[in-house]
């Protein structure tokens, strides 16, 4: 079985072998976004002989972490035949996807998992907790009568100015907000694919935006896919905007994170709210994702050994000194209870902030002294990541 990158002449066999094992059949513009995506990406193939009978992509996207942008590679439509099943090709792809990634520069990953234990073994780990909520007519929330400036458009009928305040605001945000996306016009593009009734409604406060949501009303409900406020009085704008709708619809569903008070200030907050975790990071270049990371206050060097079965290039000790700067340094000079040792998940969940330390150094079952657990949650940041996309 040969793992290599799929050639333009076989990507008619990608399309072939993502019909075949997903649910949906892509037609129109969906299909479109697909191949545009297997054009754009690290496109890997098993092969027996000349038949692509398994398949990975590794989509070319970034991640914002406490500020800084990370390129980062989006693993997604992973996929064999049945006959060639239980015959390790997954695995194959994974391991050589690492390669990849880290060849490409992408320190850091992101997938949907169809199984959490699956990726887990690959070194992928949970690291946000999606809310979604639906709101009944009677439990709307009201913030009075005020008039509002609000702006409208949707992919059928644009405003290529407006459009274009709201995709710098959007990306603005999103550095603003640990574990975003920056959305570039291919993504957006992606997006009117998939979901071409897609309407906008823009906030603005003294002539400049403030916020906006993507939404789309159907079957009497108000769904909403994007929403981006900059502080309380727009996130109330925009509220005050989604329940105009009152007369023409009776559910407001969305999701948020689980992380926020969402509806604590609504005068009826206990409304239906799931929470569901359905995305995983791995942190695929240790060395590359820790000397562009944003340290904190790093009072005295820290020491972290890294285990990682799948990338023989993190498995090291490394050491980060007091400028932030990071070395890769020889084991038996520091003592083991100065050191913190994670496997990658953990490494990787901590890092984008899902864990703190001490939840990290808890599920390792070692001992580390509580001076050198305060030293490392000091040196980072304590914002809690909020990722939204799919792929």
């Known amino acids: 079985m040969e793992i290599k990158i799929i050639p333009p002449k076989d990507f008619l066999q990608v399309h072939q072998l993502r019909d075949y094992c997903f649910p949906n059949k892509y037609t129109g513009a969906r299909r479109d976004d697909f191949h545009y995506w297997v054009e754009h990406s690290t496109t890997l193939g098993a092969y027996d002989e000349h038949k692509v009978v398994g398949q990975l992509l590794i989509l070319p996207l970034n991640m914002t972490i406490n500020g800084k942008n990370y390129d980062m590679g989006g693993i997604g439509f992973v996929a064999t035949y049945p006959e060639y099943r239980q015959q390790g090709i997954i695995k194959k792809l994974m391991t ?125 409900t108000f769904e909403i896919h994007d929403f981006i406020a900059e502080d309380l009085l727009a996130e109330q704008a925009i509220w005050r905007f989604i329940t ?63 285990e990682d079965a799948f990338c023989s290039w993190n498995e090291h000790v490394f050491q980060i000194n007091k400028s932030g700067d990071v070395s890769i340094i020889e084991t038996n000079s520091i003592p083991e209870m100065h050191m913190l040792t994670l496997t990658i998940n953990l490494f990787s969940a901590m890092m984008v902030g899902y864990l703190t330390v001490k939840d990290a150094v808890m599920y390792t079952n070692k001992h580390l002294t509580e001076d050198i657990i305060d030293r490392w949650q000091l040196a980072l940041p304590s914002i809690k990541p909020a990722f939204y996309e799919y792929f």
């Not at 990953?109 to 199984?115: D, E, G, M, R, T």
């Not at 007369?247 to 969402?262: E, P």
């Not at 359905?278 to 820790?290: C, G, Q």
């Open 96 to 220: 050589e996807a690492l390669k990849k990634m880290r060849e490409n520069g992408q320190s850091i990953s992101v997938l949907a998992p169809f199984s959490v234990s699956f990726y887990r073994y690959f070194g992928w780990e949970l690291f946000f907790e999606k809310l979604h909520y639906t709101i009944p007519q009677s439990m709307f929330p009201a913030f009075g009568k005020q008039l509002d400036v609000v702006k409208r458009m949707s992919f059928e009928w644009p405003e290529r100015d407006l459009f274009q305040v709201i995709k710098d605001f959007h990306n603005a945000q999103a550095l603003f907000n640990n574990g975003s996306m920056l959305r570039d016009d291919a993504w957006w593009k992606r997006i009117e694919r998939r979901m071409p009734d897609s309407h906008f409604a823009a906030y603005f406060n003294d002539d400049k935006i403030a916020g906006y949501i993507r939404y789309k009303i159907k079957d009497e």
């Open 244 to 306: 105009s709708h009152a007369a023409s619809v009776s559910n407001i569903k969305g999701v948020t994170s689980n992380n926020h008070q969402f509806g604590f200030y609504f005068k009826e907050p206990q409304f239906k709210k799931e929470v569901v975790q359905d995305v995983m990071v791995r942190i695929v270049d240790a060395l590359r994702f820790m000397q562009h990371y944003p340290w904190g206050d790093i009072q005295e060097p820290l020491y972290i050994q890294i």
